[in-house]
């Protein structure tokens, strides 16, 4: 399982869509304009791109730094278990004003997953991505970062709470980077083809405004790396395993 002392049941999954926090470089502040145009110019590698370049790349890049960016949706996961056996998935996400996603994820984790010797957290590339980006978000909203997410200098196995399937397949090698979707296949876990991709949700949050789409595609991915973490673990499961989205829209 998640460890040796872990059960199943214990491990909540989890995934976090992001989007730039404005819809385009020109609705930034005029403090954080000039900001992007210093970070645009470190991304690109190119300290000669000018300031139309540098708005354009705000929209395609913008959402994965956490000082330029915000999270639109979180997914969370379990699996229920009967008589030794996955008997179904249920995920729940959150998703609206900020703050809001940021304080029903620390009431969760409070009330439910609050304990890291017992119970466990499981994301792709969750530690360096998902829960620092959230905690740096709850930091600026002024939250208190849960204990669960609380990893600030902190020891390696002081955070073994915190599974990672890409650390899980990388095996010690740390000179690549393998994404979700790559992993899912190379490991015959069935995907939806029919959805948008990370590169996507700035755009379909801003422009498209449809947040359904975003929410169903961070629910999507959360019951994907389930299934991964399943087969990473050598743990058996039915293919069509029953997942029940207890997420509702207004």
């Not at 000082?67 to 278990?81: N, P």
């Not at 389930?226 to 069509?240: G, H, Q, S």
């Amino acid at each position: 399982m998640a460890s040796a002392k872990k059960k199943l049941t214990d491990t909540l999954f989890v995934d976090i869509e992001t989007a730039g926090t404005v819809a385009k470089f020109d609705d930034l502040p005029v403090a954080l304009q000039k900001l992007w145009l210093i970070k645009a110019r470190q991304i690109s590698r190119d300290k000669d791109l000018d300031t139309y370049e540098c708005a354009e790349l705000y929209a395609k890049k913008a959402g994965i730094y956490s000082e330029f960016a915000k999270v639109v949706c979180v997914s969370v996961g379990y699996f229920q278990v009967k008589k030794g056996k996955i008997s179904g998935f249920r995920c729940k996400s959150f998703y609206g004003e900020e703050v809001d996603i940021l304080r029903n994820l620390i009431t969760l984790l409070k009330e439910h997953f609050d304990q890291p010797k017992q119970q466990a957290i499981c994301g792709h590339n969750i530690k360096e991505f998902d829960i620092p980006f959230l905690c740096r978000r709850m930091v600026i909203h002024k939250l208190k970062v849960p204990k669960m997410l609380d990893i600030s200098g902190k020891k390696p196995w002081e955070v073994d709470h915190l599974v990672d399937t890409l650390h899980l397949w990388r095996f010690g090698d740390y000179k690549n980077y393998t994404s979700l979707a790559l992993l899912a296949i190379v490991l015959d876990v069935p995907t939806p083809k029919d959805d948008i991709d990370g590169s996507q949700v700035h755009a379909t949050y801003w422009k498209e405004q449809d947040i359904e789409r975003i929410v169903r595609y961070c629910e999507k991915d959360v019951m994907t790396v389930a299934k991964v973490f399943l087969r990473l673990k050598r743990i058996p499961y039915e293919e069509d395993i029953v997942v029940q989205s207890r997420t509702t829209f207004v």
